[in-house]
């Protein structure tokens, strides 16, 4: 499974981080669509190849760092299909079940193939797709819609950079962005998870950096496993 552009990396962007930087939008109150009378704010997680001048590292105690946010618990989500290997479907649901069998809740349902799929359309529906971001750098982007009377999120979407390859290291060797490893960190932020930046936690799932061929954040450490706790119960 490889999915995206064919590009020559040089030694520098082969050896580059992810870098996570949220942003939240104005809070606006539906009339119509999935979701009237709700009050809800639109935040986004966009994470960089290289991280941005004058980037903070936050410190955080515990390993774990949380939103204040959780999931509305037994969504689905949909993979959009069009010109990706049907076995990605099956990494991103690995990377769900992860985090699902950290708790008793169960957080999440499945991952389907659906080709009508879009990122960033407030439509009621979980969306995965990979496309062409439009800003350089960008590896991949978690949107997400909170209620903000209830703190629970009630929508999120996910692309995925196609400037870069994606791909599983067992098939494509450690030139690809792993799709699973980098999908388990984006679910965590879908789930209620920050980014964190103290290098002596650099080994969790949540770490805002990621290289090519990573598969470290396929699992948790215990660190990731305390902070999901925290949001869904053990």
């Excluded at 979701?35 to 290289?50: I, M, S």
């Excluded at 008793?104 to 439509?123: K, M, N, Q, R």
């Excluded at 009377?149 to 450690?174: A, H």
């Excluded at 598969?215 to 496993?225: F, H």
Aim: aromatic share 12%; charged share 15%; net charge negative.
């Amino acid at each position: 499974m490889k999915i995206g552009k064919n590009i020559s990396l040089s030694l520098s962007l082969a050896i580059a981080a992810v870098f996570a930087f949220p942003s939240a939008g104005n809070a606006v109150t539906l009339s119509t669509g999935p979701y009237p009378g709700k009050n809800l704010q639109k935040v986004e997680v966009v994470h960089y190849a290289n991280a941005k001048p004058g980037a903070a590292t936050t410190k955080t105690g515990g390993g774990y760092k949380l939103t204040g946010y959780k999931l509305g618990l037994g969504g689905n989500c949909y993979l959009n299909t069009s010109g990706v290997d049907e076995g990605a479907v099956s990494k991103f649901q690995a990377a769900v079940d992860t985090w699902d069998a950290a708790t008793s809740a169960e957080i999440f349902g499945s991952v389907t193939s659906d080709s009508d799929a879009v990122y960033g359309d407030l439509d009621g529906k979980n969306s995965i797709v990979f496309d062409r971001y439009p800003t350089d750098g960008v590896i991949a982007v978690t949107a997400y819609w909170v209620d903000r009377s209830t703190r629970i999120v009630v929508e999120f979407d996910m692309m995925y950079n196609t400037y870069y390859q994606w791909g599983t290291v067992e098939s494509n060797g450690t030139g690809v962005m792993d799709i699973q490893n980098i999908a388990t960190h984006e679910f965590g932020h879908a789930f209620g998870l920050s980014d964190i930046y103290s290098s002596a936690y650099s080994h969790v799932t949540m770490y805002g950096y990621s290289n090519f061929g990573d598969i470290a954040k396929r699992t948790l450490d215990p660190q990731d496993v305390l902070g999901i706790q925290k949001i869904y119960g053990k």
